[in-house]
Structure formats: C-alpha cells, structure tokens
C-alpha cells in the first residue's frame, strides 16, 4: 500500500495557499495539511511544540526545520492510503524539500506537483493587511474584498473571525522578507525537477481553482 501523491502549493504569504487547500478538501476531499494551521494549533494547546515555536511566528520567522519536520512525518502517517493530498506552507526551505522526498519516498509515494501561486507584492500585502481568519476551521476573510456576512462571525461554522497575530504590518513585512530569502528559491528546486507548475494567483479564488483542478485531475 502507498499514499496517493502528494500536491504542492506553494507561494508567498497572501498567495492564497490555505484558500486553494480548502477549496480541494471540500468539493475534491483531498487530505490536506498545512504547516501553520497545525502550528497554530499547537500554540492554542500550549504544547512544547507551540512554546517553541511562538517566538519564530510572532516575529514572522520561520520555525526551525527539525520542528517542523517532526510534525510533518507525524501527520503523514495519519493519511489514508491511495489518497492523492495537499500540503500548503511545507516545504519553506531546501532542507524541508530534501527531508520531504525523504518521507515521501519513504511511504512509497513522491511530488506529482508543485504549484506556484504568483502574486505581485503590493498585492499581497493589501491581501494580509485586511485579513482575517476564523478561529475554529481556519476560513479566510478580507475586511474590503471578502468580508463575512456578520462582523466577526465565520459564515460556515459561526466560530469567532479575527486577525491573525502575524498580520500586523510589521511581521507582515518580516515574513515576505523571509519568504525571498529562505522559500522562493524553491521554485528552482522543483523547475529542475520538471514539476513546476506556475498559476496567476491574482485571479480570483475560482479562477485560480479551475486551474488547480486540471493539474490534480
Ligand atoms: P503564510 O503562508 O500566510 O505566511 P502560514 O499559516 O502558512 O502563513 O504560516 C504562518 C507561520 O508559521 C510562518 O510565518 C512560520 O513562522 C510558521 N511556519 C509555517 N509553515 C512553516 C514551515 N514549513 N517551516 C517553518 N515555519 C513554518
Ligand atoms: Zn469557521
């Protein structure tokens, strides 16, 4: 037995990552798993892990690797076998893309994409700025482009809707300067192995999706 393929998305902070996951969990039920969810859960819980890894989050630096690996290995072993899966925000550094075809190769399985999600800079921090997210099933809102119907209340859970810690405008600013430097040259990593895909992350969230879906169908 073997886990189905495993579907990058990949792309800045703002690109739309965790909304392109959704959408695939929901209409395709993909198993998806996102780095910073899982980590945010970790620091609701007050585990170690989530100790650890505040001071990094709050300060939009990334978590160390060895951290972030460990959690990773954790879930994979979690998924349903001969089910394709997304992964949104992991890999971020060389060392992750490495440790990943590791795992993957590991469970019999391999990168069958990765998407890169291109939005321009200006528009990402306009897109991080009036974020905000759900706090129980991690929906995203925008206060101007995508508001929920109530203030402050998620339309499909009625969880509470709130701005992230890390989206204030200074971390903001950290976390696209950490993403160049540490994340973006990725996008190398996976060009040379063929595997590429890049999609206009500016269009809008159905828009983009329609291209997702014919790279996972
Ligand atoms: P975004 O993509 O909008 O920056 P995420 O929710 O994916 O948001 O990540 C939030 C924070 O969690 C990051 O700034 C970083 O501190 C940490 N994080 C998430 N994924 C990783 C990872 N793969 N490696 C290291 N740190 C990570
Ligand atoms: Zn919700």
């Not at 998305?9 to 910073?36: A, I, M, V, W, Y």
């Not at 997304?86 to 069958?112: K, M, Y």
């Given at each position: 037995m073997a886990l189905g393929k495993a579907f990058l998305l990949f792309g800045?902070?703002?690109?739309g990552k965790g909304t392109q996951s959704q959408l695939l969990r929901e209409k395709l039920g993909f198993s998806h798993l996102s780095t910073g969810d899982l980590l945010r859960k970790h620091l609701k819980n007050e585990t170690e892990l989530g100790k650890k890894a505040r001071v990094y989050m709050d300060a939009g630096e990334l978590v160390p690797d060895e951290v972030v690996i460990g959690m990773v290995q954790d879930s994979l072993s979690d998924f349903p076998d001969n089910k394709d899966f997304v992964l949104d925000g992991?890999?971020?550094t060389r060392d992750q893309a490495i440790a990943l075809d590791a795992l993957l190769n590991d469970l019999n399985t391999e990168v069958g994409t990765c998407m890169f999600l291109d939005v321009e800079t200006d528009v990402l921090k306009q897109r991080l700025v009036g974020r905000r997210v759900c706090k129980s099933c991690s929906t995203s809102y925008h206060v101007d482009f995508a508001p929920s119907k109530?203030?402050?209340?998620?339309?499909?859970?009625q969880g509470e809707v709130v701005q992230r810690r890390d989206d204030s405008e200074e971390v903001i600013m950290e976390r696209l300067i950490q993403y160049e430097k540490k994340t973006a040259p990725l996008k190398e990593y996976y060009k040379q192995k063929g595997i590429l895909v890049v999609l206009k992350?500016?269009?809008k969230p159905d828009v983009v999706f329609q291209d997702v879906l014919k790279i996972v169908s």
């Amino acid at each position: 037995m073997a886990l189905g393929k495993a579907f990058l998305l990949f792309g800045p902070p703002g690109s739309g990552k965790g909304t392109q996951s959704q959408l695939l969990r929901e209409k395709l039920g993909f198993s998806h798993l996102s780095t910073g969810d899982l980590l945010r859960k970790h620091l609701k819980n007050e585990t170690e892990l989530g100790k650890k890894a505040r001071v990094y989050m709050d300060a939009g630096e990334l978590v160390p690797d060895e951290v972030v690996i460990g959690m990773v290995q954790d879930s994979l072993s979690d998924f349903p076998d001969n089910k394709d899966f997304v992964l949104d925000g992991f890999p971020r550094t060389r060392d992750q893309a490495i440790a990943l075809d590791a795992l993957l190769n590991d469970l019999n399985t391999e990168v069958g994409t990765c998407m890169f999600l291109d939005v321009e800079t200006d528009v990402l921090k306009q897109r991080l700025v009036g974020r905000r997210v759900c706090k129980s099933c991690s929906t995203s809102y925008h206060v101007d482009f995508a508001p929920s119907k109530q203030e402050k209340v998620c339309d499909i859970c009625q969880g509470e809707v709130v701005q992230r810690r890390d989206d204030s405008e200074e971390v903001i600013m950290e976390r696209l300067i950490q993403y160049e430097k540490k994340t973006a040259p990725l996008k190398e990593y996976y060009k040379q192995k063929g595997i590429l895909v890049v999609l206009k992350g500016e269009n809008k969230p159905d828009v983009v999706f329609q291209d997702v879906l014919k790279i996972v169908s």
